[in-house]
């Protein structure tokens, strides 16, 4: 009898794809995230490389280290423009950082009425350009202002001005962040405090100031870095009293020197870097004030408190509309002040020197590409740093070219965008003077907000929808387009309205880059302001505030229809 031999069967041998261990999918959305890396490498860090590169060097392109540093310094109308620089935004920063506290803490810690109508009001001026505030308060305290005589003998040009001007503009980011950090408390830390018999005071320093530390510190930084980069407000109202930012304006289009312009930059470019930085340590080190214990704290009836922050809110909001208001009248006057009859004549735009309504309508198209062509590269791109596996290299680099254009200022970039997108040996020279440069410059200058937006949204989605679709074989676009981005439609909509108001409102980051076809509302105002026709100037700020207003309706309007439809799965 034989004997049965058991063999084992040879293993069968797969062969790998020749694309490796990772599918196509995953290869293609690689290599889209690749051409997102190299986007910001050119429109972000090869321009600010540049700009670095023009300040150790002369005009024949010669590398003379510190040299241009020197002279600026050794140059007593320059120099004197860090120390007039830092001390309108230190002032301003601890003006604005106090009044959002306490228009914040009224909001969200107190029983006042008309909250609604508050919250409305007190963000108008961000739908605003810089420009409208400093013309309103020519008109009200100028040469020939209304309210003239209540600076007692002081010019409204100078200092004064510019603070008043940044402080009304900025003031919107500060309560921004300041609602956020007091938004959620937990009521027992309140309740300990009564129990130990702490007073209102007590209470006030050891739990509500403690709790909102970390929120102050970042409207402390935000208002900082935006007042002491801000080109608008101290151009219209600034008079002899001369910052950085002026500066950089009055050597490359006053003086064609853009050597010491890119000098100049650099400089204003240091305290911007050094506030960003602090403030992401800072935000590192905050943690939770809410935990899955606490009990959501309710305002007590307070009387006298309650009356003393609604006088305040009342002060306020009649403040931001009063200077809305002048703005708006101050455009309907037929000829200050000698003629108050109203009409629109200073709408006229195409009457008036520095822009017609060609520069309104090619705001508007900056916009609407700035909002379509900027929401679909940030929205996508950031689902690929969140959702993709792998490309861990890749990742952090485009997160880092991401984070970059929030210590930028506007005025900065624009430059560099001239020095990097001009040089004739660059391929991209023909995008320069177009309406693209323009489109590219602003989604740049505002791409770190949209980022994050993008991010924080789809991080709060489980990463098992990718897991369960890989393994159903279903490609990672479909997942994107069925899941992900309806869900996140919300922040979707938020990022559209935020890049089109913010490009209908900037005038920094485009102010060197328009041509004589492509002039924006936002440049007419400036250059309509310098040839003195004020009225118009004021007219074209208004248009351009009431079509962001229209812009917020829309978004409003839009966002209800489309979330309806998108949004079922939050219904129960």
């Known amino acids: 009898m034989s004997e049965l031999v058991l063999t084992r069967p040879a293993p069968t041998i797969t062969k790998r794809p020749w694309y490796g261990r990772r599918s196509l999918d995953e290869w293609s959305l690689g290599g889209i995230l690749i051409v997102g890396v190299l ?67 009224a909001i969200s810690r107190t029983r006042i009425p008309l909250k609604g109508f508050f919250r409305i009001v007190l963000v108008l001026p961000i739908l605003a350009p810089s420009l409208l505030p400093a013309i309103s308060l020519v008109y009200l305290f100028g040469n020939q202002g ?64 403690p709790a909102a530390k970390y929120g102050i510190i970042s409207v402390a930084f935000v208002v900082f870095t935006l007042v002491i980069t801000d080109f608008g407000v101290p151009k219209v109202i600034g008079g002899q009293f001369n910052v950085l930012a002026t500066d950089i304006y009055k050597q490359v289009i006053g003086q064609q020197n853009f050597e010491m312009g890119a000098t100049v930059s650099v400089i204003l470019l240091l305290p911007a870097i050094l506030t960003f930085i602090t403030d992401r340590w800072l935000q590192r080190r905050q943690s939770a004030l809410l935990t899955s214990k606490a009990v959501p704290w309710t305002p007590p009836v307070r009387n006298m408190i309650d009356k003393a922050f609604f006088a305040l809110m009342m002060l306020v909001s009649a403040i931001i509309l009063g200077v809305i208001a002048m703005a708006v009248y101050a455009s309907l006057v037929t000829f200050w002040p000698y003629n108050l009859s ?36 940030i929205f996508f791109q950031s689902y ?4 993709l596996a792998g490309f861990k290299l890749l990742k952090f680099f485009f997160h880092l070219f991401a984070i970059l254009p929030l210590a930028v200022p506007g005025l900065v970039l624009g430059l560099a965008y001239i020095f990097f997108f001009n040089a004739p040996n660059n391929p991209l020279n023909g995008i320069y003077g177009t309406m693209a440069i323009l489109v590219v410059c602003t989604i740049s200058h505002f791409y770190t907000v949209c980022h994050l937006t993008a991010t924080t949204a789809l991080k709060q989605i489980d990463p098992e929808f ?16 069925r899941v992900s ?25 485009v102010v060197f880059l328009y041509s004589y076809n492509t002039s924006l509302a936002s440049v007419a105002v400036l250059n309509m302001d310098d040839a003195g026709d004020i009225a118009p100037a004021a007219a ?19 966002g209800n229809v489309i979330l309806q439809h998108t949004q079922h799965w939050r219904k129960r």
């Open 146 to 209: 209304i309210l003239k005589e209540v600076l007692m003998g002081e010019s409204i040009y100078g200092p004064i001005g510019i603070v008043i001007g940044s402080c009304f503009w900025t003031f919107p980011h500060a309560l921004m962040i300041m609602l956020t950090a007091l938004a959620n408390t937990d009521a027992r830390l309140y309740e300990s405090a009564e129990v130990l018999g702490a007073s209102p005071m007590r209470t006030f320093f050891t739990v509500t100031l």
């Open 342 to 377: 109203l009409s629109f004549k200073n709408y006229n735009f195409d009457l008036m020197d520095g822009g017609g309504w060609d520069s309104y309508w090619n705001s508007i198209q900056m916009a609407a590409y700035t909002a379509l062509i900027g929401t679909g590269f």
């Open 466 to 481: 990718e897991s369960v679709s890989a393994s159903l074989k279903v490609p990672q676009i479909i997942t994107f387009w």
């Open 485 to 509: 981005l309806p869900v996140c439609m919300p922040a979707v909509l938020d990022i559209a309205s935020y890049l089109f108001v913010n490009a209908m409102t900037t005038v920094s980051a």
């Open 39 to 105: 986007g910001l490498l050119i429109c972000v860090v090869m321009p600010i490389y540049t700009l670095l590169s023009k300040s150790v060097e002369n005009k024949d392109g010669q590398f003379i280290g510190l040299a241009n540093f020197a002279k600026f310094i050794e140059t007593p109308s320059l120099f004197s423009s860090i120390s007039n620089s830092l001390f309108i935004a230190l002032l301003s920063t601890v003006i604005v950082t106090g009044l959002s506290f306490l228009t914040a803490y």
């Open 540 to 558: 074209m700020a208004v248009m351009i505030m009431l079509t962001c207003m229209l812009a917020r309706l829309v978004h409003w309007l839009l």
């Open 384 to 387: 690929l740093v969140a959702k």
